[in-house]
Structures are given as structure tokens and as C-alpha cells.
């Protein structure tokens, strides 16, 4: 009887209830297991959820809860929480009934609020996963069961997995934004632009001899793709603000020995980073630190003093000071201003020479990206509490006037100075990386721009081809769709899935 009541869609009883969860369950189209983690994060805290996703869903909430019939869906419902096998009370807690599609997998999911003890969510654990059919989830299992079943392309899948790794304001603006899908509908644009094109070139490839193709339609399609290189060119010339607003913006400090960069460090970090002696060449190795500044994430590294040497522990310290460099987004060139200003003092210069010398070699960038601009620079002039006002104002005016305009006095000692620094560094960063809420959604995966850039040959194959052969033509915007797809996860996405997924946490 209470098959035929589901048939029907009128299961009162908790039999009807656990028949509906039996189809729901062995049904051919939903063969696939039900997966179950703690979403929260682990540790003691006031409340812990426990998520499930998958066809047996509903049968566990029936179990755990003692409940005759499913809540209704969306609705937070308070109840008792007990082992199904032996029957101990676990917790009172908040359950919800999400059945699918409308849930976050897309399948049927429940989730169980309860107290945030660890004896409280092992319990919970532990009694789901004696019942059958139910198994731990995998590390983003629950965001890639949503991927499979068309609730989140993949630029939405790394926008979720950047908003929940977000350390500052301006990284969740960002990811919040990819998320909600804006740059998988750019890019799904611009696919459905190359598919019109394809079609209008295999039209004319099948159809032209009979007259049934209007003619310019290959200068239209050369004229739309000639537009679609232009946008991806412009897309792909963003001096990486989105990929370098996501992983951290890499500022150096360089410069000689003993100028004050360990103290800059420390000072920035209001901690003892990193060791300060007044002995020069101290710092041998890279010293890092994660700071948030103004709401922009950088990546703060103290490196060994430039300087001729024969120690050899010393020179691989600047071994590793220059392939850092070569990194850098920004370079801070940390100077004694005291020891500047009386070189500028002094009659040959030969010094003053030297430390420009020095300044346009941190600010060089790799051979191999000569074609970019030269990365921003600051010119930190420390231990101005040494000089006089008069000798302060004369060595500025000596910076502006050798076109180090971004130039500032500080003093790591007394904090003089700090906040004109801090502020110049604000602005050099929000240069960099912009308004991620402002224009067209910035590039934030290496991958997209790998993608892209083929996407770009593939087009430019396209024009050498269209007056050889044009079956050839019309593969290579094919090619070109293809990797636009492989971005959003429309095409060939199997082969990146297990790399995107594997940085989420268990249970998301």
C-alpha cells in the first residue's frame, strides 16, 4: 500500500516516508552514494553544522531525528538528535531538509546544526556513518557534486573556493563577484560569439556552391573575430591585478646592509619578525610575513644586504635577494638616510651615483619581461631622526630631482614617518589591483590566462588559414571555443577537476 501511495504523492506514515526516500534512493537515476562532513571548522565552538548530500539524505534525518515525516524543506526545525543503533541521545539541535534540485549540490542534502563540542559533532559523525549508505566526504566533494549537476561552472567553483580563503576586504569583493558569476558569463559570451562564427563558416563551407549562403558572410565572421581578439588582448592586459589580488601582492624590502629593513619589517608587522642587530649582513636568508594593508593582501619579504663580500653564506643570501626581486610586484629600497645625505654632501658623489645605480637594478624587471613596464618602486630613507631638518629637506629634493619622486623620510626608531609611508604603500597597491567591483571582472587563475592566451592563437591560425583552407579555418575556432569551454568547465573539463577541488576543505 504504501508503494501505491507514493505513486500517488500521499505517504503519511513513516513507512510512506521511508518509501519515498527507498525511490528516492535506488531509483537508476540516482545510484550514486551519500556523502556526509562537518562544514563548519573544527575545534570547539558555539554551534557546528553537519552536512549530507545525496539519495539516502532524508533516510538519515528520518533516523537521527526519530521524525515520521520530513520537515518541510528550508525550514529550520528544532529536534532531538540520537544514535539510530543504539539509541543514545546525542545532542538537541536545528536540522533542515533541502531536497533536490534546490539545494546547493543539487541533490537531496540535510544539514544538522548542532553544539560545537568535540564529543557533540564525533557522535553525530559517527552515528551517520554507521548507517547505510552513507560515506565521508572527499575534499570538495560537495562543491564538485554541484559542479556535475549544473549549479556552479568552474569560474563560480574557484570564486567560492577564493571567497572562503579570503584574507582582506578587497579578496572577498573579488570573489564574491566571480562567484556570482560574472566572469563565466564574459567568457560564456565570447563562446557563443565563436559558435555563431563557426556556424556561419561551416555554412558556407557545405552550402556556398549552391547559392544559399548570403554573400559577405566570411568578411562578417573575419571582421566578429578580429573584435573577439581585441577583447581578449584587453582582457589579458591587466598587469595581473586579479591574480595577484587572490595569491598576495609580493613587496620586497632591499637594499645595502644595516639601512633598517629587518626594523621596517618588524615595524610593519608589530612583532619581532625577524632578528635586528646593529652587526651588518644579520639577515642571511628570505624572511616573509602575510599582512593585510588598507585592505590589500601582500606578502612582506625581508631579504640579505646588498653589498661586496667574500663570504660565501653572504653571497647566496643575495643570491636569493635577486631571484626575489625578480618577483616583486613592488620593490621598497630601504636606505640610511644619514649616510646619503652626507655623500650628497660630499664633493665626487661617486656614492649618490652608486645607490642610483643600485635603485634602477631592483627595479628592473627578468629579461624576459622587458616588454613591461618597470615595477613601482619606494624609496625608504630610514633613520631621519639622525638628520636635521634642512639636511632632511635637501636629500628629498635630491630624490625628486633623480625622478625617485616616490620617496619617503621615516625612522623604524622613533615612527616618524610611518603613517606618509604606509599611506604612499596604499596608494601603490590600489594602483596595482585596482577596484575589484569596478569594470569588467579581472582574470584571477593562471589557468584562464594559459586558456586564453591559446585561445588568442588559435585565432590568429584562424586568419592564416581563411584564404589556404577553409576547413582548417573553421577548426581553429573550434579550437578557440574549446579552450574558452575548458575555463567554465563546458569542455574537456575532467582532466583540471581533481586540481580545482583538492584545495577545498572537507565538507564544502
Known amino acids: 500500500m504504501c508503494i501505491h501511495a507514493l505513486s500517488a504523492g500521499r ?48 533516510a538519515a534525518l528520518l533516523r537521527l531525528t526519530g521524525r515520521k515525516e520530513l520537515p518541510q524543506p528550508r525550514r529550520i526545525t528544532l529536534s532531538k538528535i540520537t544514535d539510530p543503533i543504539s539509541g543514545e541521545s546525542l545532542d538537541r539541535g536545528l536540522v533542515l531538509w533541502f531536497p533536490g534540485p534546490q539545494s546547493f549540490t543539487g541533490e537531496d542534502c ?36 554541484a559542479f556535475q549537476n549544473k549549479k556552479l561552472d568552474l569560474t563560480e567553483v574557484e570564486g567560492l573556493g577564493d571567497l572562503i580563503h579570503a584574507e582582506t576586504e578587497a579578496q572577498r569583493r573579488q570573489a564574491l563577484r566571480q562567484m556570482a558569476g560574472e566572469l563565466g558569463q564574459l567568457y560564456n559570451s565570447w563562446s557563443q560569439n ?28 573575419d571582421v566578429a573575430v578580429k573584435l573577439l581578439q581585441n577583447q581578449i588582448k584587453l582582457h589579458l592586459q591587466d598587469s595581473r591585478r586579479g591574480e595577484r589580488l587572490r595569491s598576495g ?25 625577524a632578528i635586528v642587530s646593529p652587526v651588518a649582513g644579520t639577515t642571511r636568508d628570505v624572511v616573509e610575513a602575510a599582512l593585510n594593508i588598507g585592505g590589500y593582501p601582500v606578502v612582506l619579504s625581508d631579504t640579505a644586504g646588498l653589498r661586496e663580500t667574500e663570504d660565501n653564506i653572504e653571497q647566496e643570501g643575495m643570491r636569493r ?9 613592488l620593490v621598497v629600497a630601504v636606505m640610511d638616510s644619514a649616510e646619503l645625505s652626507r655623500e650628497l654632501s660630499s664633493s665626487d658623489g661617486g656614492s649618490w651615483n652608486i645607490m642610483q645605480g643600485c635603485l634602477k637594478n631592483m627595479i628592473a624587471l627578468p629579461s624576459d ?39 619617503c623620510l621615516l625612522s623604524c626608531r622613533t615612527g616618524e614617518g610611518l603613517e606618509g609611508f604606509l599611506n604612499l604603500l596604499k596608494e601603490n597597491l590600489e594602483n596595482m589591483c585596482g577596484n575589484p567591483l569596478v569594470g569588467a571582472p579581472s582574470l584571477t587563475q593562471t589557468r584562464h590566462r594559459l586558456h586564453l592566451t591559446s585561445c588568442l592563437e588559435a585565432l590568429a591560425r584562424y ?22 569551454g575548458k575555463i567554465t568547465g563546458k569542455v574537456g573539463a575532467e582532466e583540471i577537476l581533481d586540481i580545482i577541488f583538492q584545495d577545498f576543505c572537507i565538507g564544502k
Do not use: W
Open 321 to 329: 635577494t635577486r631571484e626575489r626581486l625578480d618577483q616583486a610586484d
Open 194 to 221: 565563436l559558435l555563431r562564427m563557426l556556424a556561419h563558416v561551416e555554412a558556407y563551407i557545405d552550402f556556398s556552391e549552391d547559392d544559399n549562403v548570403e554573400e559577405g558572410v566570411l568578411s562578417q565572421v
Open 463 to 484: 586568419h592564416h588559414y581563411r584564404d589556404q583552407d577553409l576547413v582548417l579555418a573553421a577548426e581553429e575556432l573550434r579550437t578557440a571555443q574549446r579552450h574558452l
Open 249 to 273: 601582492i609580493q613587496v620586497v624590502l632591499a637594499g645595502p646592509t644595516n639601512a633598517g629593513k629587518s626594523s621596517l619589517l618588524n615595524t610593519m608587522c608589530q612583532r619581532p619578525a
Open 369 to 407: 619581461n622587458s616588454m613591461l613596464q618597470p615595477r613601482p618602486c619606494i624609496l625608504a630613507l630610514n633613520k631621519v631622526d639622525l638628520l636635521e631638518p634642512t639636511a632632511q629637506e635637501r636629500l628629498l629634493v635630491a630624490c625628486k630631482d633623480t625622478e625617485l619622486i616616490q620617496a
Open 11 to 58: 505517504c503519511l506514515s513513516v513507512g510512506g516516508a521511508l518509501c519515498r526516500i527507498f525511490q528516492r534512493t535506488y531509483c537508476p537515476d540516482r545510484h550514486r552514494h551519500t556523502i556526509f562532513a562537518l562544514s563548519s571548522g573544527h575545534g570547539k565552538c558555539g554551534v557546528a553544522v553537519i552536512r549530507t548530500s545525496g539519495p539516502v539524505s532524508g
Open 110 to 145: 540535510t544539514e544538522f546544526h548542532v553544539h560545537g563540542g568535540p564529543a557533540v559533532t564525533t557522535g553525530v559523525l559517527q552515528a551517520l556513518g554507521r548507517l547505510p549508505g552513507l560515506q565521508l566526504a572527499e575534499a570538495g566533494e560537495f562543491t564538485k557534486r
